[in-house]
């Protein structure tokens, strides 16, 4: 099947990659998109009634951890580190004037 992608989607493609192609290559593209379209014509001819549709192509199920606390330090520990205190908290100074 040949003739189903126009030229103007051809230099629209070529706007949106931001590709600057010569008549040659336009038509070189042409055609391999026009390959493209029928191989996937030929998957449409696939019976996939009885596969079951997936996210996926893995099954992880869910790889996340359960949340651990590491290395948990207590509030008057932190604030002996910090250099000025107020009111059991780190004191810093203002980053926005009024």
């Known amino acids: 099947m040949t003739g ?26 042409q055609g391999e998109m026009e390959k493209m379209l029928d191989y ?12 079951d549709p997936m996210p996926h192509l893995f ?3 869910n790889v996340f951890r359960e949340d651990q606390i590491e290395n948990q330090q207590k509030g008057e520990e932190i604030l002996k580190n910090a250099p000025k205190v107020k009111d059991k908290m780190i004191h810093v100074p203002e980053t926005i004037e009024e």
């Open 40 to 51: 996937f014509s030929k998957l449409d001819e696939l019976d996939t009634s009885m596969i």
């Open 4 to 29: 189903r992608i126009s030229n103007e989607t051809i230099e629209y493609v070529a706007i949106l990659a931001k590709l600057e192609l010569t008549r040659e290559e336009k038509a070189k593209v």
């Open 59 to 61: 099954d992880f199920g």
